[in-house]
C-alpha cells in the first residue's frame, strides 16, 4: 500500500476522443510524476508538477498536459487520442524532489 | 533513444542462489540510480539506491554496485527467494531534477523453489 490511488484502473478510448487520468497522493506530497509505459517498455517520463507549477517535462507532445491541486490530487490530461497512446499510465508521488517516490497501480488505457 | 537498458528480458535462478540484474547507461550526467520492483497489476516499489559517490549499497539480501567508468550497474540478490520473482526495473536521475527517473525496460526474474 504505497498511498498514491489512481482512477480509473481501465479506460478504453477512440482514436480523436480526449481523456482525464486521476492521481490521488499522500497527504504532504508536493511532488508529483506522471509516466507511459507502453507494453514491454520500461516507464517513460511524460512531465512533473512541483507545488501545481509544471517543474519538468519529457519527449512528448503539447497534447499531454497536467495538472496539480492543493489537495495533493493530479490529472494529466491527453487531447486528440492515438493509437499510440495505448499504454499502463503511472503517476509517482513524493514529499519532495529528492525524496523516495511511491507509485499508484497505474491506469490502463486502450484507444481504439 | 534508450539511456538506460537492461538487455535481459528474463532471468531464472533456483532459490537459495544468487539473482544478478544488470544495467547499463549512456548518459554521464546521471548521478543517481534506483532499483525498482514491479508485481503485476502494482506500481513499481523502490527496492534500493545508490549515488554516484558510492560504488555499492547493501540492504538485506539487496546489494547494488555502480561502476561509474563502464557506465553499469547490478542489482545482486542472496540468497534469492520465491516471492522475488517480479519485474525488476534500474532507473536512473540527475539530483539537480530530483524524482524525474530514466527507466530500463525491465528484466523479469523467477526464482524456482
Known amino acids: 500500500e504505497t498511498g498514491v490511488t489512481q482512477s480509473p484502473t481501465h479506460l478504453i478510448k477512440t482514436r480523436g476522443q480526449q481523456v482525464t487520468l486521476r492521481c490521488s497522493s499522500q497527504?504532504?506530497?508536493?511532488?508529483v510524476s506522471w509516466y507511459q509505459q507502453a507494453l514491454g517498455q520500461g516507464p517513460q517520463f511524460i512531465f512533473q508538477?512541483?507545488?501545481?507549477?509544471?517543474?519538468g517535462r519529457g519527449n512528448f507532445p503539447p497534447r499531454f498536459s497536467g495538472l496539480q491541486f492543493p489537495n495533493y490530487s493530479s490529472e494529466l490530461n491527453v487531447n486528440a487520442l492515438e493509437l499510440d497512446d495505448s499504454a499502463l499510465y503511472l503517476c509517482?508521488?513524493?514529499?519532495?524532489?529528492?525524496?523516495?517516490?511511491?507509485f499508484g497501480q497505474g491506469t490502463r488505457l486502450t484507444v481504439v | 533513444d534508450q539511456q538506460v537498458k537492461q538487455n535481459s528480458p528474463s532471468l531464472s535462478v533456483q532459490e537459495g542462489r544468487i539473482s544478478i540484474l544488470n544495467c547499463d547507461y549512456t548518459?554521464?550526467?546521471?548521478?543517481?540510480f534506483l532499483w525498482y520492483k514491479k508485481y503485476p497489476a502494482e506500481g513499481p516499489t523502490f527496492l534500493i539506491s545508490?549515488?554516484?559517490?558510492?560504488d555499492k549499497n547493501e540492504d538485506g539480501r539487496f546489494t547494488v554496485f555502480l561502476n561509474k567508468s563502464a557506465k553499469h550497474l547490478s542489482l545482486h540478490i542472496v540468497p534469492s527467494q520465491p516471492g522475488d520473482s517480479a519485474v525488476y526495473f534500474c532507473?536512473?536521475?540527475?539530483?539537480?531534477?530530483?524524482?524525474?527517473?530514466?527507466f530500463g525496460t525491465g528484466t523479469s526474474l523467477t526464482v524456482i523453489p
Open positions: 509517482a508521488s513524493s514529499e519532495a524532489m529528492n525524496t523516495e517516490a511511491f
Open positions: 497527504s504532504g506530497h508536493n511532488t
Open positions: 508538477y512541483y507545488r501545481e507549477e509544471e517543474n
Open positions: 548518459n554521464s550526467m546521471f548521478d543517481y
Open positions: 545508490i549515488s554516484s559517490i558510492k
Open positions: 532507473a536512473a536521475s540527475r539530483k539537480t531534477t530530483g524524482n524525474q527517473f530514466y
